[in-house]
């Protein structure tokens, strides 16, 4: 949220935040935003405040965007092509290096520039294409499968959009995106303000 934040603020031409102002935009406490960046380090500079390209690179370095990550997809329904046409990943430092799918009727098509590969070809391409982060896109009876074999065949990272909570090592990194999860989450709030 922070670089999003702080991307913003440079394209804006703004080059000095104040935490009240940054955390205006981010809806937090400028308390929270002085804490939350103290764990890093000592940024900014009391009664001035933060240099927007200092802190943005900074932060970038810090959580390991000012690299490229190679990334493959496994699932091409509907999901899987809006997630490979987004246009977002590239610019952040996110490659689609491949796409996968088990259907034989996917397989040998072009998704997003990329052709559709057979699962049996997963293992090899990862290790081909150096692909770390595996982003999943199927339905949740298949999602455990094939996030064993993502990580079977040595991917690091792997970004769930499949409905279940899954099982993984400890030397993993899993993310879970579920909009119904969070649809819920929000309704309970709203059930709030009534």
């Known amino acids: ?23 205006h935009r981010l809806q937090m406490t400028p308390a929270q935003i002085r804490k939350d ?30 690299q490229e990550w190679d990334a493959c997809l496994v699932g091409v329904g509907r999901l899987g092509r809006a997630i ?18 088990s259907d034989s009727r996917q397989v040998g098509g072009v998704v997003g520039g990329l052709r559709v590969q057979p ?11 150096n692909i770390t982060i595996g982003i999943v896109a199927v339905p949740a009876a298949e999602a455990q499968s094939v996030i064993d074999q993502l990580i079977d065949s040595g991917v690091q990272g792997i970004l769930n959009y499949a409905p279940i ?30």
């Not at 699962?119 to 294409?129: H, K, P, Y």
């Not at 899993?174 to 309970?188: C, E, G, K």
């Open 37 to 66: 960046l103290s764990y890093f380090g000592r940024f900014g500079k009391q009664g001035r405040g933060y240099d927007v390209h200092f802190l943005l690179e900074e932060l970038r370095q810090i959580l390991g965007l000012n």
């Open 165 to 194: 909570a899954p099982q993984v090592s400890m030397h993993v990194v899993i993310r879970n995106i579920d909009p119904v999860l969070a649809l819920q989450s929000m309704t309970f709030y709203l059930r709030e303000l009534d």
């Open 119 to 129: 699962m049996s070809a997963l293992s090899e391409a990862v290790e081909r294409d």
């Open 84 to 101: 490979i046409n987004y246009p977002g990943f590239a610019p952040e430092g996110f490659r689609m290096r491949a796409v996968f799918d």
């Open 1 to 23: 949220m922070y670089v999003r934040a702080l991307t913003q603020l440079l394209s804006e031409g703004i080059s000095v935040v104040s935490s009240r102002q940054l955390g």
